[in-house]
């Protein structure tokens, strides 16, 4: 278990280098900025290309003023999951610890909800949803 929820049951040996536990999150916006990244984790993460089929999103435009400060961006996307749909959302698969995922959960708030999602690459990670769209 990787200490969050009720899931993922195991943890990606891919993701845990030199015994240190890693958590897959996929990320698709503002979390991929390495700026943003410096600013919540205190350093640039490793990250690897992949995807999520079966998703949607959308630009919510919003004035975050730590947001653009970080990174010019007048708003943010919002995933979701969507079986029905042959879309594919291209990020990242970024490995971080669990303080470091506990620090996304904060930085994401209440708009978002945490799941996790089978990328294209096989490798199950989490992944931030539009709350009013998440699985129940």
């Given at each position: 278990n ?14 845990t280098p030199?015994?240190a536990?890693?958590l897959?999150?996929?990320a ?8 943003v990244?410096?600013?919540l ?8 290309p992949?995807?999520v ?9 919003d ?21 029905n749909t042959?879309?594919?959302i291209?990020?990242?698969?970024l ?19 945490r ?19 998440a699985?129940?």
């Amino acid at each position: 278990n990787w200490g969050f929820d009720s899931e993922p049951s195991r943890l990606d040996p891919a993701m845990t280098p030199n015994s240190a536990p890693r958590l897959a999150l996929f990320a698709y916006g503002s979390l991929r900025e390495r700026k943003v990244q410096r600013w919540l984790f205190g350093r640039a993460v490793p990250a690897t290309p992949d995807s999520v089929q079966g998703a949607c999103c959308r630009w919510v435009d919003d004035l975050d003023a730590d947001l653009f400060r970080l990174t010019g961006q007048r708003g943010y996307p919002m995933l979701w999951l969507d079986a029905n749909t042959p879309t594919c959302i291209d990020g990242e698969r970024l490995r971080l610890s669990a303080a470091g995922l506990q620090r996304a959960d904060a930085y994401e708030g209440d708009a978002y909800r945490r799941e996790v999602v089978q990328l294209r690459s096989g490798h199950r990670a989490w992944v931030y949803v539009e709350a009013r769209r998440a699985r129940r």
